[in-house]
């Protein structure tokens, strides 16, 4: 009665022979040989990965992940110091110390006016076609000269000029007359003089 098993005529292990009888497959001759492939791809003849190439995947997967970490750390703090500077064109600001001066125009007629104002480079702030009286204070770097210019019209007229340093009357002029012309300078002390 009872039929005996067939023995595996490949190298495979008695489970694999079970499983290939259960599901109504016979083996093949040269079968072994396809499994040894489909055990090269990481596969196991039942479809599942196999546990050593499994492992393989998720340390490189993980060995990616890592990476790219690393590269967005790198990325973020380049970007970082790119935004950091980006305002002040690359360099970083320098708070060179001031004095507020007042400068002030009054009179009748039309006034261009050019006023030192906070600059190190030494370069003025315009006003055209200035509508008088006329005031303004700004912080002129120690060490500089704060120094108004103004220049009447076509029309003419008069202007008076004056300036103030820390709130004290240091200069004055007055422009008369066609494209008439004064200027108000003062001299601020330097950085490393005490302030009066």
């Not at 791809?41 to 060995?63: K, W």
């Not at 690359?90 to 060179?96: L, S, W």
């Not at 039309?110 to 204070?137: E, F, K």
Request: proline fraction near 6%; include cysteine; glycine fraction near 14%.
């Amino acid at each position: 009665m009872g039929s005996t098993p067939r023995k595996s005529t490949t190298d495979q292990p008695l489970s694999d022979t079970r499983y290939e009888e259960s599901s109504g497959n016979t083996p093949e001759i040269g079968s072994g040989t396809v499994m040894a492939a489909r055990e090269d791809d990481g596969t196991s003849p039942n479809g599942t990965e196999s546990t050593s190439a499994s492992a393989d995947r998720h340390s490189l997967r993980g060995a990616l992940i890592a990476g790219g970490a690393v590269l967005a750390a790198c990325a973020g703090l380049v970007l970082y110091g790119v935004l950091n500077t980006g305002n002040s064109g690359g360099t970083a600001e320098h708070r060179v110390p001031a004095a507020p001066v007042t400068y002030e125009v009054t009179g009748e007629g039309i006034v261009d006016i050019t006023y030192q104002a906070r600059s190190t480079s030494g370069t003025a702030t315009r006003v055209n076609a200035a509508t008088l009286p006329w005031r303004t204070t700004v912080d002129v770097p120690l060490g500089q000269e704060p120094t108004i210019n103004i220049v009447l019209g076509e029309k003419g007229g008069q202007a008076r000029c004056a300036l103030s340093i820390r709130g004290q009357h240091v200069q004055s002029g007055t422009a008369t007359g066609v494209f008439g012309r004064a200027t108000c300078a003062g001299q601020l002390p330097h950085e490393d003089a005490p302030e009066s």
